[in-house]
Structures are given as structure tokens and as C-alpha cells.
């Protein structure tokens, strides 16, 4: 049985037991190498969801939004090893119970799916620690290497023609996990702390507080690339920030559920003398 | 015997076009994505996409637009006014999507109060238009009863040759006309045949939709919140479409200096309707996208005898969870079968 | 369909500057200002084209704007009174203004009452707390000519007796012998020497029991308020189509450009404010 049709069952069962409201999958999409989510709430629906290497996005994001485990069910969803780091970093900033989240984990290479076995964040711990120790090899993109060899004025001027196609229109926050305030800081208008223009000026600010919002947080699942309509390199600059994270205090986001925000969180030994 | 364009001779027009005080602008290829941007030269255009990434529409309706400066004092408050940018432009290698989405908004920015940051650079425009020669899945001109060669909102129409040297061009407007007349000695007349124009096949019903999105019960439809279950409003449609029109109105500055400017906002956006109560007319993602769905197939065209789609595809093209108008409205159509 | 109100290649986003000539504290929170034009040529065109009903944006440069209606009637053109509660940006600065400083205003804009399909007609006017405003822009267009209408009535409640705006006009509408003001407060609202009705308006109103004969009414206030006084209004035998009513929705731009103030496929901007209760329950009520 193929593993698309080992997921298929397994959805249906946890549909039809009643132990899970919702599976958040992938189905087909408009064109045959496209995939979109998929919400499926009756087990004969389940023969839609589709699982292969072209299911890229992270959904974790769909856990968060307009109170979908507000009732206290639980909701089964397919996730990559970037999704689940994501539900422990939305357990760890107490976004969501991750007791009403049943992982149905699965990862791609070179056009093959692999099963992740386990259905709760603790069952993956040893892959993410995997991954921890991995990062400086999967880290050796092209784009991202030419960029770590430039000068900070070089740099700069990279990433001043990057952000000058920005428009404002936020995509990499609504697709971004992560990106879950209420009022997002370019939403507050007393004080209105982020122009909503696309100047320079504008774009600096909104890309440059997302980044050091998202330091130490992101799990670069790649959804805010994906989603700019202008093609920014968004992810670039969010790896280069768990980059910094990691080498300055040796932290990988999403290890575990109740892990400190590395940023949010103070212990009396760290290295800067306040809390700022 | 038709006048011929041959591309041999387009870096000669850029030339007298220019001399006659017109910037020329095109669909180029710069940093990773396709728009409409100045060139100097025939080199710089890319007329290979099907149509760019980024609309005709930020030429006419930029992103951010800034229309007074303020200076506070005590007794008095001086202000002075951006115009917009003057100066003849022509637009080179315009899709009739994207040309006639600007013809589509034109009754909106002069209902009743003319947007002169509109209507100036509309009015200093001319839109040379090349008809389309191929299409990719997300084009639904057809289904909005548009063409890939119609002429609204076009000054002149090119079509392609079938030897690919060069284009037919065909004087729609006065404008045209004018702009023209400066390279007439550069176009030759000739029996060349224009290569057909692709056929793009009707996805949905525009007709049957409308129908349906005018019946007052379908408004609470349970169909709203199932077609648009994945939609997470991030504005990407709203933004890359050539009839969006939304804004904002932003002051920018310090309490005694600033500037006044008009930016892009989108209905898909959270908090586009909340009032400062608190109270949110359009509190959840399925009540936003109805919004989309009804304002460009149900209330545009009830004001302005047009939908308020061109059926360039960039919505679909760019969404990053699949959605897009097309889907909408094939689910519409066969509802209201 | 409104005619071409704008002068020829003139900026329709350039607000006029006004001057806060004088300010009154209505209610906790609740600040009346007047203003006046500093430019004689912006002030004609406001004489030009003010109609009762028609709103405006009033804003301060570096804030932004706020939509009001005019609560001044179109009887008395010289000034631009308005009447609103200090909750966001623009009315918490607005309300730490002081007489003397300088506002923007923007309009006016929209549609207006009808007035003179109201004449020979009796007047019914109910309002809720702060939506007092608006209609009082209405009841002083009628009382400026008096002799054009019926009997005029009219049925204002508050929360509390410290909520009731304009209490001066109020007390100069209970001496008035060609007004018949109901004043009302909800329960628990009244002050120990309160001498008027205690009651929701609705109840107040069904009290009254005032006559739908030749009668227009011209209702404003919170929606529950209005869904319940409607009710009210249609066991007294009111029709809808002369029920008037004013909708709010957040706006930005006012002209019917930025796409937000619609309710269903109608422009509160364009097509309103002031509608009939027919109109608006044409509206879908999920967009409202």
C-alpha cells in the first residue's frame, strides 16, 4: 500500500471512531503540480486528500486561525518535520493545546514520501534533534551562500533591491505560522508604529520587525516565500536570523513543547546585563 | 495590405518616441519577477510572457500615492499638493487583460468625484497592446466575455506576425493615432499574416454567476464558507489584480510635518471594515471573500455595466493556498444550474 | 442621482481648515465642536451644497479622519457643528483640541432627508443616546420652519441623565409649546430628581402611542436600539417607506473610491447615509 493510501486510511479511521473532528490534508490543486489544503470533516471524503512530494506548505498555520480548537476537539493534520516543530512552538507560546493535535507526519526527498511515525509532538523529539544537528548541512543553498560571503554594504544593497518590489500586502504574514497576533504591530495606529507605505522606508521596517520577530520562532517552512507575490527571498533572511539564534544562544526553535521563546524569556545568568 | 511594426525597427521607435518627449515603458524582467517598467531599449522588453507578474495598474494607481504635504503651525496650517507625475508615456506590450482592467475602473474614479492622480495619467498614456499568442491555465479572459485581442482600454493593437518579425497594427483611438504618427515612416505596409490568436476556453458562466450572486437568499449561503475554508487574506490577489481598487488613508510624518497619502488596502484584509467600537461588519475570512465574489460580479457591474475583472488569472496564478476567482465562480455556474 | 458636485481639476482628497470656534462637553466622553471656515471660497461651496442628512470627515493632519454626520442644519450654514464620542486616533485627539485650533473637514458628502417631501406632514423623531446628533440636524431644519409641519414629536432616551446630549436644547424644546419632547432614561439610569419617563425607547415610544397618520419618522441610534424601535414603529401602524434611518460604516475616502463603506451593493457614502427602514431592510443584514 502506498503511503498516500496508508494516510488515507488512517484519516478515515480517526474520523469514523469520532476521534478526530477534522483532518487538514492536501488535495489536488487547479494544475496537476499544484496542491492546496484541504479541510475534511466526513470519512468518505478522505479518498480526496493526496500525499506526495509536491506537498510542500506548511499547514500548521490553519490550527490558529478563527478559533478551530476553541471546542476543545481534536484535529488530526498532515505535517512535514517543520510543522511539527511548529506545534511545539505554538504549545511553548500556549497558542493551542497540542493534546487536541493528531500529527500525521510525513516528510519528501527527491520525489519520494517517507512516513513519520507518531502521532504527538514528543513521538518526533529524536528526529528534531536530527535536524538540530543537521542544520549546517541542509543550510548550503546557493543564494544564501553567495549572500553570507558579501560585505555588509553589499549586503545592504541586496537586500534594498529585494524589498523595493515589496508591496505591502502582508501574504508572508498571513501564510507564516508564526504570524499569529490578534493586531499585528503594522495593524496599531495608536501609535501608528510601521508605515503601511511601500517606500523604502516602509519596507525596511515591515520585513526587517518581521525578522527579529520571527528570530529564534521560525522553523523555515518556506510558506512566506512561497506566498510573495514578488518573489522575495523572505526565507533567506529569516535562516540567516536562526542562524544568529543559534550560534548566540545555541537554540533551535521547536524542540519541544514547553521550550522558552529565546527572546521572550530571561534567566539570570544570561549574557546581557538587562532584560532588553 | 496592412501597416507592419517589424521588431527590427522597434529600438528606432523607442528612439523617436522618446525625442518626442513619451516615456516608454514595458513588461521587463528585473530582480526575479516580471512588471511593467521605463526601457531604453528594445533589448530591455520581454514580449515572450504571457502576461507579467505585476499588473498594468501600478502605473496608473501606485502602491503608495502622496497627495499633501502638511506644516502645522498655531494659526495656521499650510498645505501644498503632490500632483501626479506629468509626462507622456507609452506603454509598450500591454495584455488587452491588463489594458482593459484600466478601462474598467475608469467610471469609478470619476463617479461623481474625478481622482485627477487617475484620470492625469490616464489622459498622458497610450496603450499599445499586443494581442495574445499563448495562454497558460489560469487565463479566463474568455469566461468574463473579454478576448486575448480585445480592444477595450487599447490605443493600439499589435498582432503578432505568424513569421514572429514583427506586428499588424491597428489604430483604436485618437490617442493611438497621435502617438503613432511619430514612427509612421518606421511601419511598412505589407500582406504579412497575423498569427492566430489563442483560444482560451471559457471556464465559468459569467452570465449564470450573476444570476446567482443577485439572489438575495444566496447571500447567507453555506456556500461561502465552504469555498473559501483555506483562504488565509493575505491580499496577494487583491494587490496583483488590474481592478482592485481599495485604499487607505495614511498621514505620515510628526505631529507638525507630514505627508497625506493614499496606499493600496484590500476588502480580504482583517481589518479592513472594523469600526473603532470594536464592532466588525465582516468579522470572519468566508464573510471577506463573499465581499471579493459580490463587489466584482454583482455590485460593480450594477454601477458600471462592467464586471470588475478583466480574467488575467494573476489572482489563481499567485494564490498561495490555490484559491482564486476561477474555482469560485465554476462552483457558482453549477450551482445555478 | 447626485450632479457633478466638484469644481473643475480640484484635489477631491485636499480637506478644507476649519477653526474650533467654540466646544461643549455633552456628555462623559461625548464633545460637541462648532467650526468655521477660514477659506471664504471653501465656505461657499459648502453653502452651495449642504443638505440636512450629509456627513462629512473631520480629521487633524498627522492623525488621519473620522466620519460624522453635520449636525448642524442646513438652515444655518454658517458654522459646521459636530457632535461625536472620543474612542480611537482621530476623537481622542479632536477631543484635546481647544477652541482656536485648526481641524480639517472634508464634505460634505452624501445624500440628505427629504425634507421637502415632509411638509404639511407630522414628525416623529426617535433617537438613542449619541445618535441624537443627526436627527437633531433634522428637527432643527424643521423648526426653523416651523410652519411647513404637523405636530412634531419627539422621543430621545439615554442610558443615564449624564449620557442625554444637548440637555440646553433640550430644555429648550420642553418649553416650547410646538414640540413635544419625551425625554427617557433606561432603568437604573435616573438621577432622584429625574422628572421624565424611565424606560427603553422603544417602550417609551409604544407609550406615546403617537399616530402613523401623515406621519414621517425619522429614527437614529444603535442598531439593537433601531431593530427594536422598528418593531415598536410597525404595531403603531408605521410603514416602512416613511421610516427614515442614517447607517454608519467605517470610511476612508467618502466619495465611493476605496471600496469599504458598502453594506451589500449599497455605498453608505454615495447612496446614504440617510435611507428609509424599507431601503435598509433591503440590505443584507450580514454585511451590516
Given at each position: 500500500?502506498?503511503?498516500?493510501?496508508q494516510y488515507r486510511t488512517k484519516a478515515k479511521e480517526l474520523l469514523s471512531s469520532g476521534e478526530v473532528k477534522m483532518v487538514i490534508g492536501?488535495g489536488?490543486?487547479?494544475?496537476?503540480?499544484?496542491?492546496?489544503?484541504l479541510f475534511i470533516t466526513t470519512p468518505d471524503e478522505t479518498d480526496r486528500l493526496?500525499?506526495?512530494?509536491?506537498?510542500?506548505?506548511?499547514?500548521?498555520?490553519?490550527?490558529?486561525?478563527?478559533?478551530?480548537?476553541?471546542?476543545?476537539k481534536r484535529v488530526a493534520i498532515f505535517?512535514?518535520?517543520?510543522?511539527?516543530?511548529?506545534?511545539?512552538?505554538?504549545?511553548?507560546?500556549?497558542?493551542?493545546?497540542?493534546?487536541q493535535v493528531v500529527i500525521i507526519?510525513?516528510?519528501?526527498?527527491?520525489?519520494?514520501?517517507?512516513?513519520?511515525?507518531?502521532s504527538?509532538?514528543?513521538?518526533?523529539?529524536?528526529?528534531?534533534?536530527?535536524?538540530?544537528?543537521?542544520?549546517?548541512?541542509?543550510?548550503?543553498?546557493?543564494?544564501?551562500?553567495?549572500?553570507?560571503?558579501?560585505?555588509?554594504?553589499?549586503?545592504?544593497?541586496?537586500?534594498?533591491?529585494?524589498?523595493?518590489?515589496?508591496?505591502?500586502?502582508?501574504?508572508?504574514?498571513?501564510?507564516?505560522?508564526?504570524?499569529?497576533?490578534?493586531?499585528?504591530?503594522?495593524?496599531?495606529?495608536?501609535?501608528?508604529?510601521?508605515?503601511?507605505?511601500?517606500?523604502?522606508?516602509?519596507?525596511?521596517?515591515?520585513?526587517?520587525?518581521?525578522?527579529?520577530?520571527?528570530?529564534?520562532?521560525?522553523?523555515?517552512?518556506?510558506?512566506?516565500?512561497?506566498?510573495?507575490?514578488?518573489?522575495?527571498?523572505?526565507?533567506?533572511?529569516?535562516?540567516?536570523?536562526?542562524?544568529?539564534?543559534?550560534?548566540?544562544?545555541?537554540?533551535?526553535?521547536?524542540?519541544?513543547?514547553?521550550?522558552?521563546?529565546?527572546?521572550?524569556?530571561?534567566?539570570?545568568?544570561?549574557?546581557?546585563?538587562?532584560?532588553? | 495590405?496592412?501597416?507592419?511594426?517589424?521588431?527590427?525597427?522597434?529600438?528606432?521607435?523607442?528612439?523617436?518616441?522618446?525625442?518626442?518627449?513619451?516615456?516608454?515603458?514595458?513588461?521587463?524582467?528585473?530582480?526575479?519577477?516580471?512588471?511593467?517598467?521605463?526601457?531604453?531599449?528594445?533589448?530591455?522588453?520581454?514580449?515572450?510572457?504571457?502576461?507579467?507578474?505585476?499588473?498594468?495598474?501600478?502605473?496608473?494607481?501606485?502602491?503608495?500615492?502622496?497627495?499633501?504635504?502638511?506644516?502645522?503651525?498655531?494659526?495656521?496650517?499650510?498645505?501644498?499638493?503632490?500632483?501626479?507625475?506629468?509626462?507622456?508615456?507609452?506603454?509598450?506590450?500591454?495584455?488587452?487583460?491588463?489594458?482593459?482592467?484600466?478601462?474598467?475602473?475608469?467610471?469609478?474614479?470619476?463617479?461623481?468625484?474625478?481622482?485627477?492622480?487617475?484620470?492625469?495619467?490616464?489622459?498622458?498614456?497610450?496603450?499599445?497592446?499586443?494581442?495574445?499568442?499563448?495562454?497558460?491555465?489560469?487565463?479566463?479572459?474568455?469566461?468574463?466575455?473579454?478576448?486575448?485581442?480585445?480592444?477595450?482600454?487599447?490605443?493600439?493593437?499589435?498582432?503578432?506576425?505568424?513569421?514572429?518579425?514583427?506586428?499588424?497594427?491597428?489604430?483604436?483611438?485618437?490617442?493611438?493615432?497621435?502617438?503613432?504618427?511619430?514612427?509612421?515612416?518606421?511601419?511598412?505596409?505589407?500582406?504579412?499574416?497575423?498569427?492566430?490568436?489563442?483560444?482560451?476556453?471559457?471556464?465559468?458562466?459569467?452570465?449564470?454567476?450573476?444570476?446567482?450572486?443577485?439572489?438575495?437568499?444566496?447571500?447567507?449561503?453555506?456556500?461561502?464558507?465552504?469555498?473559501?475554508?483555506?483562504?488565509?487574506?493575505?491580499?496577494?490577489?487583491?494587490?496583483?489584480?488590474?481592478?482592485?481598487?481599495?485604499?487607505?488613508?495614511?498621514?505620515?510624518?510628526?505631529?507638525?510635518?507630514?505627508?497625506?497619502?493614499?496606499?493600496?488596502?484590500?476588502?480580504?484584509?482583517?481589518?479592513?471594515?472594523?469600526?473603532?467600537?470594536?464592532?466588525?461588519?465582516?468579522?470572519?475570512?468566508?464573510?471577506?471573500?463573499?465581499?471579493?465574489?459580490?463587489?466584482?460580479?454583482?455590485?460593480?457591474?450594477?454601477?458600471?455595466?462592467?464586471?470588475?475583472?478583466?480574467?488575467?488569472?494573476?489572482?489563481?496564478?499567485?494564490?498561495?493556498?490555490?484559491?482564486?476567482?476561477?474555482?469560485?465562480?465554476?462552483?457558482?455556474?453549477?450551482?445555478?444550474? | 442621482?447626485?450632479?457633478?458636485?466638484?469644481?473643475?481639476?480640484?484635489?477631491?482628497?485636499?480637506?478644507?481648515?476649519?477653526?474650533?470656534?467654540?466646544?461643549?462637553?455633552?456628555?462623559?466622553?461625548?464633545?460637541?465642536?462648532?467650526?468655521?471656515?477660514?477659506?471664504?471660497?471653501?465656505?461657499?461651496?459648502?453653502?452651495?451644497?449642504?443638505?440636512?442628512?450629509?456627513?462629512?470627515?473631520?480629521?487633524?493632519?498627522?492623525?488621519?479622519?473620522?466620519?460624522?454626520?453635520?449636525?448642524?442644519?442646513?438652515?444655518?450654514?454658517?458654522?459646521?457643528?459636530?457632535?461625536?464620542?472620543?474612542?480611537?486616533?482621530?476623537?481622542?485627539?479632536?477631543?484635546?483640541?481647544?477652541?482656536?485650533?485648526?481641524?480639517?473637514?472634508?464634505?460634505?458628502?452624501?445624500?440628505?432627508?427629504?425634507?421637502?417631501?415632509?411638509?404639511?406632514?407630522?414628525?416623529?423623531?426617535?433617537?438613542?443616546?449619541?445618535?441624537?446628533?443627526?436627527?437633531?440636524?433634522?428637527?432643527?431644519?424643521?423648526?426653523?420652519?416651523?410652519?411647513?409641519?404637523?405636530?412634531?414629536?419627539?422621543?430621545?432616551?439615554?442610558?443615564?441623565?449624564?449620557?442625554?446630549?444637548?440637555?440646553?436644547?433640550?430644555?429648550?424644546?420642553?418649553?416650547?409649546?410646538?414640540?413635544?419632547?419625551?425625554?427617557?432614561?433606561?432603568?437604573?439610569?435616573?438621577?432622584?430628581?429625574?422628572?421624565?419617563?424611565?424606560?427603553?425607547?422603544?417602550?417609551?415610544?409604544?407609550?406615546?402611542?403617537?399616530?402613523?397618520?401623515?406621519?414621517?419618522?425619522?429614527?437614529?441610534?444603535?442598531?439593537?436600539?433601531?431593530?427594536?424601535?422598528?418593531?415598536?414603529?410597525?404595531?403603531?401602524?408605521?410603514?416602512?417607506?416613511?421610516?427614515?434611518?442614517?447607517?454608519?460604516?467605517?470610511?476612508?475616502?467618502?466619495?465611493?473610491?476605496?471600496?469599504?463603506?458598502?453594506?451589500?451593493?449599497?455605498?453608505?457614502?454615495?447612496?446614504?447615509?440617510?435611507?428609509?427602514?424599507?431601503?435598509?431592510?433591503?440590505?443584507?443584514?450580514?454585511?451590516?
Amino acid at each position: 500500500m502506498s503511503i498516500e493510501q496508508q494516510y488515507r486510511t488512517k484519516a478515515k479511521e480517526l474520523l469514523s471512531s469520532g476521534e478526530v473532528k477534522m483532518v487538514i490534508g492536501y488535495g489536488p490543486g487547479s494544475t496537476p503540480d499544484r496542491r492546496r489544503p484541504l479541510f475534511i470533516t466526513t470519512p468518505d471524503e478522505t479518498d480526496r486528500l493526496v500525499l506526495d512530494s509536491a506537498c510542500i506548505a506548511n499547514l500548521s498555520g490553519y490550527l490558529v486561525t478563527e478559533g478551530l480548537l476553541s471546542d476543545e476537539k481534536r484535529v488530526a493534520i498532515f505535517l512535514r518535520p517543520e510543522g511539527i516543530r511548529t506545534i511545539n512552538i505554538l504549545a511553548a507560546e500556549a497558542q493551542l493545546n497540542s493534546d487536541q493535535v493528531v500529527i500525521i507526519g510525513f516528510d519528501s526527498a527527491k520525489n519520494e514520501v517517507t512516513a513519520l511515525k507518531g502521532s504527538s509532538t514528543e513521538d518526533f523529539s529524536v528526529l528534531i534533534e536530527s535536524m538540530r544537528a543537521n542544520t549546517p548541512e541542509t543550510a548550503k543553498e546557493e543564494l544564501f551562500e553567495k549572500i553570507e560571503k558579501m560585505n555588509p554594504q553589499e549586503r545592504f544593497t541586496f537586500w534594498q533591491e529585494e524589498f523595493s518590489k515589496c508591496i505591502k500586502c502582508y501574504a508572508c504574514r498571513q501564510a507564516c505560522p508564526m504570524c499569529y497576533c490578534r493586531r499585528c504591530i503594522v495593524d496599531s495606529n495608536q501609535p501608528q508604529w510601521i508605515n503601511t507605505s511601500a517606500h523604502t522606508l516602509g519596507n525596511f521596517e515591515w520585513n526587517i520587525v518581521r525578522a527579529f520577530h520571527l528570530s529564534g520562532r521560525c522553523v523555515e517552512c518556506g510558506n512566506c516565500g512561497r506566498a510573495c507575490p514578488v518573489n522575495i527571498p523572505l526565507r533567506l533572511i529569516n535562516r540567516k536570523m536562526a542562524k544568529e539564534v543559534m550560534d548566540l544562544f545555541d537554540h533551535f526553535a521547536g524542540t519541544n513543547k514547553t521550550q522558552e521563546p529565546v527572546l521572550a524569556s530571561f534567566k539570570k545568568d544570561d549574557s546581557e546585563t538587562f532584560i532588553l | 495590405m496592412t501597416k507592419i511594426l517589424f521588431t527590427d525597427k522597434l529600438d528606432n521607435c523607442i528612439e523617436r518616441w522618446k525625442s518626442a518627449g513619451r516615456t516608454v515603458i514595458g513588461p521587463v524582467q528585473k530582480n526575479n519577477i516580471s512588471t511593467y517598467d521605463t526601457v531604453k531599449s528594445a533589448s530591455e522588453l520581454d514580449l515572450n510572457l504571457v502576461l507579467p507578474d505585476r499588473s498594468i495598474k501600478e502605473l496608473f494607481f501606485p502602491q503608495s500615492e502622496p497627495m499633501l504635504r502638511y506644516t502645522i503651525k498655531k494659526e495656521a496650517i499650510n498645505t501644498s499638493e503632490f500632483l501626479p507625475p506629468s509626462g507622456q508615456r507609452i506603454i509598450f506590450g500591454a495584455r488587452a487583460c491588463d489594458a482593459s482592467g484600466l478601462a474598467i475602473d475608469d467610471p469609478l474614479f470619476g463617479w461623481d468625484y474625478k481622482d485627477e492622480y487617475w484620470f492625469q495619467r490616464r489622459n498622458e498614456s497610450v496603450i499599445v497592446t499586443i494581442a495574445c499568442t499563448k495562454a497558460d491555465d489560469f487565463c479566463m479572459c474568455t469566461s468574463l466575455k473579454l478576448a486575448p485581442d480585445s480592444p477595450k482600454g487599447s490605443d493600439i493593437m499589435l498582432r503578432p506576425l505568424e513569421n514572429k518579425k514583427g506586428w499588424q497594427v491597428e489604430e483604436l483611438t485618437e490617442r493611438g493615432r497621435e502617438a503613432f504618427k511619430t514612427i509612421a515612416d518606421l511601419l511598412q505596409e505589407s500582406n504579412e499574416a497575423a498569427a492566430p490568436t489563442i483560444t482560451v476556453p471559457e471556464k465559468f458562466d459569467s452570465t449564470a454567476c450573476a444570476e446567482w450572486l443577485k439572489k438575495p437568499e444566496n447571500f447567507e449561503s453555506k456556500f461561502w464558507k465552504e469555498i473559501s475554508l483555506r483562504c488565509i487574506g493575505c491580499g496577494s490577489c487583491t494587490y496583483l489584480c488590474p481592478t482592485c481598487h481599495c485604499f487607505d488613508i495614511q498621514d505620515e510624518g510628526d505631529t507638525y510635518n507630514g505627508i497625506r497619502r493614499k496606499n493600496w488596502d484590500s476588502c480580504s484584509f482583517a481589518l479592513f471594515t472594523m469600526h473603532t467600537s470594536g464592532h466588525n461588519p465582516r468579522s470572519t475570512q468566508s464573510a471577506r471573500w463573499r465581499q471579493r465574489i459580490m463587489h466584482k460580479f454583482n455590485y460593480f457591474p450594477g454601477k458600471f455595466s462592467a464586471n470588475s475583472c478583466s480574467g488575467c488569472g494573476r489572482c489563481t496564478r499567485q494564490c498561495p493556498v490555490d484559491m482564486g476567482i476561477t474555482e469560485t465562480l465554476q462552483e457558482i455556474s453549477k450551482l445555478s444550474q | 442621482m447626485t450632479e457633478n458636485i466638484q469644481n473643475a481639476a480640484q484635489n477631491i482628497y485636499k480637506p478644507a481648515i476649519m477653526k474650533i470656534v467654540a466646544r461643549h462637553d455633552e456628555a462623559p466622553g461625548v464633545r460637541t465642536m462648532r467650526l468655521e471656515f477660514q477659506d471664504p471660497a471653501e465656505h461657499d461651496q459648502f453653502k452651495a451644497t449642504y443638505r440636512t442628512g450629509m456627513f462629512g470627515l473631520y480629521g487633524i493632519y498627522g492623525e488621519g479622519e473620522s466620519t460624522f454626520c453635520v449636525a448642524s442644519p442646513e438652515t444655518r450654514k454658517d458654522y459646521i457643528e459636530c457632535t461625536f464620542r472620543q474612542s480611537g486616533r482621530v476623537t481622542s485627539t479632536l477631543a484635546r483640541s481647544d477652541i482656536g485650533d485648526l481641524v480639517t473637514f472634508r464634505g460634505p458628502y452624501g445624500n440628505r432627508f427629504p425634507i421637502e417631501e415632509f411638509y404639511g406632514k407630522n414628525l416623529l423623531f426617535i433617537a438613542g443616546g449619541i445618535a441624537l446628533p443627526p436627527t437633531r440636524s433634522v428637527i432643527w431644519s424643521c423648526l426653523d420652519q416651523r410652519e411647513k409641519f404637523g405636530k412634531v414629536t419627539i422621543v430621545y432616551g439615554a442610558r443615564t441623565v449624564a449620557d442625554l446630549v444637548y440637555k440646553h436644547e433640550l430644555e429648550e424644546w420642553l418649553q416650547r409649546d410646538d414640540v413635544d419632547l419625551v425625554l427617557a432614561v433606561d432603568p437604573g439610569g435616573e438621577s432622584p430628581d429625574w422628572k421624565h419617563r424611565v424606560g427603553f425607547v422603544p417602550t417609551v415610544l409604544e407609550e406615546a402611542a403617537p399616530s402613523p397618520d401623515n406621519c414621517i419618522a425619522v429614527l437614529c441610534g444603535p442598531p439593537i436600539m433601531i431593530k427594536f424601535t422598528l418593531i415598536s414603529l410597525k404595531k403603531l401602524g408605521f410603514d416602512e417607506t416613511n421610516v427614515y434611518t442614517t447607517l454608519e460604516n467605517r470610511m476612508k475616502c467618502g466619495l465611493g473610491k476605496c471600496g469599504r463603506c458598502n453594506v451589500g451593493s449599497i455605498y453608505v457614502c454615495k447612496e446614504g447615509p440617510v435611507f428609509t427602514a424599507a431601503e435598509v431592510s433591503r440590505m443584507p443584514a450580514a454585511d451590516l
